[in-house]
């Protein structure tokens, strides 16, 4: 189906607030899961919503609960999410973390005790539209049940372990930044749960079988199978990276509640590092600099079977002229998923 970015911002208030969330947490979280859809990137946009019912229908997650600051200092600081949306905590962090580079040229925020943050390139793309170049990972996921195996293994040990890197760029004409967002496994969990549900084989390379060997069946998780991280043995230590940072630096683990954040949150650890881009050079002359880069790069000719040469972010700011335009395509089964947990709070999304 086609629906506009107003309309479904609205559609996911209203599920949202009839499940428990306040006015102001429903409102980001919607606004978060349009931008989302509108990004192109669906497994972090509606698809989400059956793990949020789940976790909110079984208590572990606290639909009005906002976040609190723990510790900080003038560059620093540890945040608490209280159990509730992650994406509300951690729009707080970010917002926080600008605040402090903006003072002190570079800071670094650290999240716990909250629930799936979604797209962390959302995030990245806060901190550029202020200037600032920013680094957000997230870790320690499924620490009770893990899901991905380390390059050469076939047990598993970690999860996606997603990062973001974004950079301003503010001469682009829609000033879209540069931008990297990506789990470090060969693709998003999300993208799983969605083979699962339409009954798709898998493409090679992304998970293996009980026994290490390469497989294509989307189920393979579910009899001891594991994903496998992109780019193998680089994939893998920038996923050991991510983890490091995420969760051992920030401490999650000191921070768990065995009420809150079910097996795949409870763990979890979000960092975020903000530099100011014009920290060493005048804005003018690092835009200048940063344009000229990008035009480098698109000016290259294409190799065979590609139309043109993309810099990291054009795909998502493509994505979001186009639905702006043409409207957001929301697919069949996820808004049916979405449809079958409204009706469990009193909405009904047709309507």
């Known amino acids: ?75 620093s600081a540890l945040i608490t999410g209280n159990w509730g949306f992650g994406q509300v905590a951690a729009k707080f962090a970010m917002e926080l973390a600008i605040e402090k580079a903006a003072a002190a040229n570079i800071a670094i925020v650290s999240l716990v005790q909250l629930h799936h943050i979604g797209r962390v390139g959302y995030y990245s793309e806060m901190a550029a539209a202020a200037g600032m170049a920013a680094i957000v990972v997230g870790a320690g996921y499924c620490k009770s049940e893990r899901r991905t195996a380390p390059y050469g293994g076939r047990g598993k040990v970690l999860d996606t372990n997603p990062i973001s890197i974004g950079f301003p760029n503010p001469q682009e004409p829609d000033g879209r930044p540069v931008l990297l967002d990506y789990a470090t496994t060969f693709k998003a969990q999300g993208a799983l749960f969605l083979s699962k549900i339409r009954g798709e084989q898998l493409a090679p390379g992304f998970v293996i079988d009980s026994d290490g060997n390469p497989s294509t069946d989307p189920n393979v998780l579910d009899n001891g199978g594991a994903m496998l991280p992109f780019g193998t043995y680089k994939g893998f230590a920038l996923m050991m990276v991510v983890e490091y940072l995420a969760r051992i630096i920030s401490g999650s683990d000191d921070h768990i509640d065995p009420n809150f954040g079910d097996d795949m949150f409870r763990h979890q650890g979000v960092t975020m590092i903000v530099i100011r881009a014009d920290l060493f050079r005048s804005m003018e002359s690092y835009a200048d600099a940063a344009l000229d880069m990008s035009q480098q790069v698109r000016a290259v000719p294409p190799a065979p079977g590609f139309d043109k040469v993309r810099m990291p972010g054009d795909p998502e700011a493509d994505a979001r002229i186009e639905s702006e335009s043409e409207g957001i395509c929301i697919a069949d089964d996820i808004w049916q998923l979405l449809a079958d947990h409204a009706v469990t709070v009193g909405v009904d999304v047709n309507a």
Not at 27 to 47: K, P
């Open 1 to 75: 189906m086609i629906i506009t970015a107003q309309k479904l911002h609205d559609t996911l208030s209203r599920v949202l607030l009839a499940a428990g969330a306040s006015e102001r947490n429903a409102d980001i979280v919607a606004e978060h899961l349009v931008a989302s859809e509108q990004a192109g990137v669906a497994t972090h946009g509606l698809r989400p919503m059956y793990v949020y019912f789940k976790d909110m229908a079984s208590d572990q997650l606290r639909p009005a609960a906002g976040p609190a600051i723990l510790e900080e200092s003038p560059t």
